[in-house]
Nanobody
Framework: QVQLVESGGGLVQPGGSLRLSCAASGIIFSIDAMGWYRQAPGKERRLVADITSGGSTDYADSGKGRFPISRDNAKNTVYLQMNSLKPEDTAVYYC???????????????WGQGTLVTVSS
């Protein structure tokens, strides 16, 4: 089994910062990419940013310029540094991993349980 454990969410005032972390564990042969998605109340889950094992990044408009993504391959951990937070950033943030195990070369997908970020004064 594979597990993704997220941390770092919470309540922050507008203009503040938070850093989200997501650590993967379990039977993992390799990780293709890790990323962050968010889901606001009544809305669809959408990409914020993702990063490949080689370091290539992709940002949605919501994350571009304010939420740099990074990863520590040795720790199977991805980070999202959230700066200049706005009330509209309030959402549950989910970590997603695309990986391969030892039994198949097909890409597999795993999601974290989500961490709530609330931006409010």
């Amino acid at each position: 089994q594979v597990q993704l454990v997220e941390s770092g969410g919470g309540l922050v005032q507008p203009g503040g910062s938070l850093r989200l972390s997501c650590a993967a564990s379990g039977i993992i042969f390799s990780i293709d990419a890790m990323g962050w998605y968010r889901q606001a109340p009544g809305k669809e889950r959408r990409l914020v940013a993702d990063i490949t094992s080689g370091g290539s990044t992709d940002y949605a408009d919501s994350g571009k310029g304010r939420f740099p993504i990074s990863r520590d391959n040795a720790k199977n951990t991805v980070y999202l540094q959230m700066n200049s937070l706005k009330p509209e950033d309030t959402a549950v943030y989910y970590c997603k991993m695309v990986y391969r195990n030892y039994y198949s070369n097909l890409p597999l997908y795993a999601w974290g349980q989500g961490t709530l970020v609330t931006v409010s004064s």
